[in-house]
């Protein structure tokens, strides 16, 4: 199947700093990727569907001057958490859908293995 | 305000018995649904999906039924098998809403003991 790799796979940081998660499709192209957010013992909350060449598009609640996604290319999108604090702490994981692959086929949504955040 | 519920956190289950998860959904608008398998350290994986016009899909040892009357659906896994201890997360989709966003249960760790 596809994969979908994310880097760092865990980091640690100070709490002001910024931090650049990479979300990768490794053997196909996506137009849109997406961002989750998961806290322990909660399900996967979306933050934000991010479309290659424009824009993403936030979830309320989601504040986008904090949670900067840039999506350059068909095969990379970059989450980046700036002025990190601790209840930024969290697992970030995205996921792709795979451009070449018509229609609402939903198993296409490949995800990554995700990020664990730890803000100290 | 939880749209997809999975009210089981874990389940244990003798290999060779069957495993059922549940998850239930409020919102009427959820048209289509799938269940991702989870190990830890790896993201979510795909393991099979029902639209809601079905009321069943299967696929080898899984079978996913759908009651929409009651907005609920199981995962049936028969024999479960010790390589299917994992999180199974329940996920649904509005395909009318153009936005392609999933909206996922909190998951239940299924441990199949030998």
């Known amino acids: 199947g596809a994969v979908v790799s994310q880097h760092p796979s865990r980091v640690i940081c100070k709490s002001g700093t910024s931090v650049k998660i990479e979300c990768r499709s490794l053997?196909?192209?996506?137009?849109?990727m997406f961002w989750y957010r998961q806290f322990p013992k909660q399900s996967l909350m979306l933050m934000a569907t991010?479309?290659?060449?424009?824009?993403?598009?936030?979830e309320q609640g989601v504040e986008k001057d904090k949670f900067l996604i840039n999506h350059a290319s068909l095969t990379l999108s970059t989450l980046t958490v700036t002025s990190a604090h601790p209840e930024d702490s969290s697992f970030y994981i995205c996921?792709?859908?795979?451009?070449?692959?018509?229609?609402?086929?939903?198993?296409?949504?490949?995800f990554g293995p995700g990020t664990r955040l730890l803000v100290l | 305000d939880q749209q997809v519920k999975q009210n089981s956190p874990s389940l244990s289950v003798q290999e060779g018995r069957i495993s059922i998860l549940n998850c239930d959904y409020t919102n009427s608008m959820f048209d289509y649904f799938l269940w991702y398998k989870k190990y830890p350290a790896e993201g979510p994986t795909f393991l099979i999906s029902i639209s809601s016009i079905k009321d069943k899909n299967e696929d080898g040892r899984f079978t996913v039924f759908l009651n929409k009357s009651a907005k609920h659906l199981s995962l049936h896994i028969v024999p479960s098998q010790p390589g299917d201890s994992a999180v199974y997360f329940c996920?649904?989709?509005?395909?009318?809403?153009?936005?392609?966003?999933?909206?996922f249960g909190k998951g239940t760790k299924l441990s199949v003991i030998p």
């Open positions: 996920a649904a989709f509005h395909s009318g809403a153009g936005s392609y966003q999933l909206t």
């Open positions: 053997d196909f192209q996506a137009t849109t």
């Open positions: 991010s479309n290659e060449g424009s824009k993403a598009t936030y």
């Open positions: 996921s792709a859908r795979d451009l070449g692959l018509a229609g609402v086929s939903w198993e296409t949504q490949y």
